[in-house]
């Protein structure tokens, strides 16, 4: 398993940009594929973006797609989100997540090795 520490989050308008990132501890980072999840007061925890290990592969949510952009640098073991033309229903508790499988499991954040403590999004309308 790996330590990951989120930071990034705030508060911003509707409209703005945030970047979270995300450090790993460890020496493996590259093994690990890293993911960003979400979860807002009184619902389920939400899949937002994958990458892989090597950063050539990613994946989206639908309601993030063509706005938010996942990337991380193997060099500073540390994942990012950024987040580009926020709204009101972005807000929630974003957490990084590191896990070494590649897979469906990622949708449903089932099975993953690692989690964050969560940093905060707030979108104001």
């Known amino acids: 398993q790996v330590q990951l520490v989120e930071s990034g989050g705030g508060l911003v308008q509707a409209g703005g940009s945030l970047r979270l990132s995300c450090a790993a501890s460890?020496?493996?980072?590259?093994?690990?594929?890293m993911g960003w999840f979400r979860q807002a007061p009184g619902q389920e925890r939400e899949f937002v973006a994958t990458?892989?290990?090597?950063?050539?592969?990613?994946n989206y949510a639908d309601s993030v797609k063509g706005r938010f952009t996942i990337d991380r640098d193997n060099r500073k073991n540390t994942v990012y989100l950024q987040m580009n033309s926020l709204k009101p229903e972005d807000t929630a508790v974003y957490y990084c997540a590191a896990d070494s499988q590649w897979g469906s499991h990622w949708l449903q954040g089932f099975g993953i090795d690692s989690w964050g403590q969560g940093t905060q999004v707030t979108v104001s309308s």
């Open positions: 460890g020496r493996t980072f590259s093994r690990y594929h």
């Open positions: 990458i892989s290990g090597s950063g050539q592969t990613t």
